[in-house]
């Protein structure tokens, strides 16, 4: 029996996710493969931004934090990310940066372990998640340590002297997906909290915290939910550790009884803890709007469509013979996130000439274009168009005109 040969336009009738792409704000002339590292604009948020600015601020003022909901819209946040992460209700918080929140987690739990000195990472991890720790490792002493594991011998580097295993579930680079259920398992069986970056994960695909045992996680909200440059990050800590959890940036917002205005800190008895400062309710409003993208679709759908459109993506690298002059160096697709890595000396310059033809990937050192598959907006079409444009690029050798070479300030 012969296959059946779709055109991209013929899949993206059959794509159950079709109707998504309008409700996004997308320019003109663009395909835009970043949504790993920035989602593109919802429509719903942009009606938000103006809602909240003109309205609740500029004609309610003060009286929204009542009105409006504003005091409690980090844990209304919170709860609906914990649906897309799979977390029950009461253990979500959103609040700060994937940084400032990985401080608090990880000083929480090395108290937790007082005994156990050693916090334990990947080399490949993305960088602020190592240089958290070592700013904590400071202020700690010489007795306490950051240790390196290899990412494809974590489960065998296990050692019961390990307060902390700090990992991301997808590696930014390669796009490799760990298994969060086989290694948080392993983790507890020696004793060891478990602490899950989901910077590449939430929104991308079912992510399961309570389900898997996961004791802490951490994320950020501006790449496949879409809440915009800068959005808030959000804070995992399961209910069972929740009344031996303190962490030390004791802002007002995470006290007990904030308004009550009394010198000495008294922290809420539940991820409200975790509370600083003040929270940005600009920023945290049109993330608000931009997770209601996500109420009528289920995460299955879109790793489902994800797989396609990856699939899809490296089967017109080969019908373009491109595929030989990259090395992917992402795992096979049952292994990783929703993305595609693929390495190449001149990574950076092909990557400014695709987008100076209307392709905008990005770029990760040494040497990795790296390509985002973000289900919601993106056709088939526009994977075909962007091999299309690609190739142009490689064959004509385009990127090695001189306006490609120069680095800037962003990569």
């Known amino acids: 029996m012969m296959n059946t040969v779709y055109t991209p336009q ?14 996004f704000s997308l320019p003109d002339n663009t395909i835009y493969l970043d949504g790993n590292s920035l989602g593109p604009l919802p429509t719903c948020a942009e009606k ?10 500029g004609q309610d003022l003060i009286t929204s ?28 918080v959103c609040c700060d940066s994937i940084s400032v929140n990985l401080f608090k987690v990880l000083s929480a739990a090395i108290k937790m372990h007082p005994e156990r000195k050693v916090i334990a990472t990947t080399q490949d991890n993305f960088p602020t998640d190592i240089y958290m720790v070592q700013g ?22 296990l050692t019961d002297d390990i307060a902390v295993l700090m990992l991301t579930q997808v590696n930014f680079r390669s796009g490799k997906k760990l298994d969060m259920s086989g290694i ?24 399961a915290l309570d389900e898997c045992n996961v004791d802490f996680a951490v994320g950020c909200t501006y790449k496949y939910l879409n809440g915009g440059p800068g959005a808030p990050a959000f804070i995992y800590v399961a209910e069972r550790h929740q009344a031996d959890y303190q962490q030390p940036l004791s802002g007002w917002m995470g006290h007990n009884a904030p308004f009550d205005f009394v010198p000495d800190y008294v922290p809420a008895a539940n991820v409200q803890q975790n509370l600083c400062g003040t929270p ?7 993330l608000d709007a931009s997770l209601s993208i996500f109420d009528d679709v289920s995460l299955k759908a879109i790793d489902d469509k994800s797989k396609k459109l990856q699939a899809y993506f490296v089967s017109e690298l080969q019908h373009a013979n491109l595929l030989d002059l990259f090395d992917v160096i992402s795992p096979a697709i049952q292994e990783r996130g929703s ?4 390495a190449h000396d001149d990574a950076y310059a092909i990557c400014q000439a695709w987008i100076e033809a ?36 490689m064959t004509e050798n385009v990127f090695k005109e001189v306006r490609f070479q120069s680095k800037h300030s962003v990569t």
């Open 358 to 393: 209307g392709v905008i990937a990005d770029f990760r050192a040494p040497n990795v274009l790296r390509v985002g598959i973000a289900p919601l907006y993106l056709r088939f079409e526009d994977i075909s168009n962007a091999v299309r444009k690609l190739k142009v690029i």
């Open 48 to 57: 938000r931004a103006s809602e909240v600015v003109c309205n609740q601020w």
């Open 65 to 92: 934090w009542n009105k409006h909901k504003w005091i409690s819209l980090p844990q209304t946040v919170g709860n609906k990310i914990g649906k897309l992460i799979g977390a029950n209700e009461g253990q979500v």
């Open 184 to 207: 948080t398992s392993l983790a507890h069986e020696k004793g060891i909290l478990t602490l899950w970056d989901l910077a590449h994960s939430a929104g991308a695909f079912p992510v």
């Open 280 to 286: 940005g309710i600009i920023g945290m409003s049109i």
């Open 136 to 157: 904590l490792l400071s202020l700690l002493g010489d007795e306490y340590s950051l240790r390196f594991i290899e990412e494809d011998k974590i489960e065998t580097s």
């Open 339 to 342: 993305q595609i890595a693929l």
């Open 10 to 23: 013929e899949l993206d009738d059959k794509d159950p996710l079709k109707a998504k792409i309008s409700e």
